[in-house]
C-alpha cells in the first residue's frame, strides 16, 4: 500500500535559519506529491505540490523537487521566519486515485 | 466565496450520545472527505465521497456513517460516540474531475466525548 514517512519534529529553529524537512514515500503506481500547512487552530492548505518525476512545487519562498529515484520530497526554505512557525504534512495520490495519503506532520517552531 | 465550512466548531458528548457534523463547499467540486486528525497520526481518511451518490470507506470508517446529500453537503454521523473519537475532524472537498489533485480543507471539528 501506499505510505508516506516525515522526520519527527518539532524541528526547532533561528529565524532567517535554512529550513529541510525530510518526506519519502511508498506508492504503487506514479503519484502526485504535495506539502500541506496547517497553522494553530486552523485548517490545512495547500503549500505546493508536483505531479511528475523532477518537477519542483514551489511557493512562498518554500520549495520541493519530486525525486523519484530516491522516493523523496523534501521541503526546503532558504530563510524561515516567526510566521512560518506551523505543522507541514506530506502526502501523496496515487494515480487513478482520488484519496491523499498523509505523513504524520513536522511542526515547526521559529524563534525571533 | 466561503470555501468549505463546517459545524459546529466545537463539541462535548457523553459516551453513547450522537451527533452529526456538517459540512458544506460552495466551490461546485465534485468529491468531499472526511479525516479525523489524532496527535502523533497525521490525518487519517475516515470515508470520501467521489461524487454525487457515491460514498466509500477510507482507512478509519468503523463507528462512522456519512451522508452525501447533494453536491454541496457532506455529513458525517456518530450513533454512539466513544471516548476513542475525540478527535479533530476536517471536511475537504476537491474538484470539478475525480481525482483532481488539491483538497481544500475546512477549519475542522473538535469533538470531545467524555
Known amino acids: 500500500g501506499n505510505s508516506v514517512t516525515q522526520m519527527e519534529g518539532p524541528v526547532t529553529l533561528s529565524e532567517e535559519a535554512f529550513l529541510t524537512i525530510n518526506c519519502t514515500y511508498t506508492a504503487t503506481g506514479y503519484p502526485s506529491l504535495f506539502w500541506y500547512v496547517q497553522y494553530p487552530g486552523e485548517g490545512l492548505q495547500l503549500l505546493l505540490k508536483?505531479?511528475?518525476?523532477?518537477d519542483k512545487g514551489s511557493n512562498k519562498g518554500f520549495e520541493a523537487t519530486y525525486r523519484k529515484e530516491t522516493t523523496s520530497f523534501h521541503l526546503e526554505k532558504g530563510s524561515v521566519q516567526v510566521s512560518d512557525s506551523a505543522v507541514y504534512f506530506c502526502?501523496?495520490?496515487?494515480?487513478?486515485?482520488?484519496?491523499?495519503?498523509f505523513g504524520k506532520g513536522t511542526m515547526l517552531l521559529v524563534s525571533p | 466565496n466561503a470555501g468549505v465550512t463546517q459545524t459546529p466548531k466545537f463539541q462535548v458528548l457523553k459516551t453513547g450520545q450522537s451527533m452529526t457534523l456538517q459540512c458544506a463547499q460552495d466551490m461546485n467540486h465534485n468529491s468531499m472527505y472526511w479525516y479525523r486528525q489524532d496527535p502523533g497520526m497525521g490525518l487519517r481518511l475516515i470515508y470520501y465521497s467521489a461524487s454525487e451518490g457515491t460514498t466509500d470507506k477510507g482507512e478509519v470508517p468503523n463507528g462512522y456513517n456519512v451522508s452525501r446529500l447533494n453536491k454541496r453537503e457532506f455529513s458525517l454521523r456518530l450513533e454512539s460516540a466513544a471516548p476513542s473519537q475525540t478527535s479533530v475532524y476536517f471536511c475537504?472537498?476537491?474538484?470539478?474531475?475525480?481525482?483532481?489533485?488539491?483538497?481544500?480543507f475546512g477549519p475542522g471539528t473538535r469533538l470531545t466525548v467524555l
Open positions: 475537504a472537498s476537491s474538484g470539478p474531475g475525480q481525482g483532481t489533485d488539491t483538497q481544500y
Open positions: 502526502a501523496l495520490r496515487d494515480s487513478g486515485y482520488s484519496t491523499l495519503t
Open positions: 508536483a505531479t511528475k518525476a523532477d
